[in-house]
């Protein structure tokens, strides 16, 4: 067993964390929950990338987060990829 958790225990559990109504505007205000949510975005494990989105979606869902959410550095880079990442994918499955 490694002394690092791997990345998709992580986002999983944050996930869950974000699922709670109650706890969606802590994790914003967090210095490193919403940061580390990003980078879990260019993940290269599709898991991880979506559990991200779902916690992503989840704090979104509380009205308050959604200013810091649109202005958090990368926020909109990394979802922008994702988005890249997925039509690529499915533009190469119709040919």
Do not use: W
């Not at 260019?42 to 959604?66: F, G, K, M, W």
């Not at 202005?71 to 040919?95: D, F, P, Y």
């Amino acid at each position: 067993m490694t002394a690092e958790p791997d990345a998709l225990a992580v986002v999983n559990q944050l996930r869950d964390l974000a699922a709670d109504p109650m706890n969606r505007r802590a994790i914003v205000q967090d210095q490193g929950c919403l940061p580390g949510l990003i980078l879990f975005l260019d993940h290269t494990n599709p898991q991880v990338v979506y559990s991200a989105l779902l916690a992503i979606r989840y704090l979104a869902e509380c009205r308050a987060n959604r200013e810091k959410l649109k202005g958090e550095l990368g926020m909109m880079l990394s979802l922008q990829n994702v988005v890249q990442k997925v039509a690529g994918v499915c533009v190469r499955r119709l040919c």
